[in-house]
Nanobody, 116 residues
Framework: QGQLVESGGGLVQPGGSLRLSCTAS????????VAWYRQAPGKQREMVAS????????YYADFVKGRFTISRDNAKNTVYLQMTSLFPEDTAVYYC?????????WGQGTQVTVSS
């Protein structure tokens, strides 16, 4: 089944930036598409961005377009989410996973808090 570990979250002021990392163990990430999700308190988990196996195609939710960038380094079995121009509304726990039927068990996520 493998394990997903998210890291890089923290407290940042509005307008700030963070870079999240998602590392997989126990399975090869490089042969699978990967997505970042987030879940804010009291809200459902939503997809933020996704990237195909080789990184040739990416998808962004409208609310992060132009601010977030998803990328991957298959040699490191890691997917990244570069977040810029952060808003308080971006506050959430961020998770990564394989989208669709290939999804693994959810990791613990990484908390992102945008506040002054």
């Amino acid at each position: 089944q493998g394990q997903l570990v998210e890291s890089g979250g923290g407290l940042v002021q509005p307008g700030g930036s963070l870079r999240l990392s998602c590392t997989a163990s126990g399975f090869v990430f490089g042969i699978l598409p990967v997505a970042w999700y987030r879940q804010a308190p009291g809200k459902q988990r939503e997809m933020v961005a996704s990237i195909t196996t080789g990184g040739e195609r990416v998808y962004y939710a409208d609310f992060v377009k132009g601010r977030f960038t998803i990328s991957r380094d298959n040699a490191k079995n890691t997917v990244y989410l570069q977040m810029t121009s952060l808003f308080p509304e971006d506050t959430a726990v961020y998770y990564c996973n394989v989208p669709g039927p290939g999804a693994r068990s959810w990791g613990q996520g990484t908390q992102v808090t945008v506040s002054s």
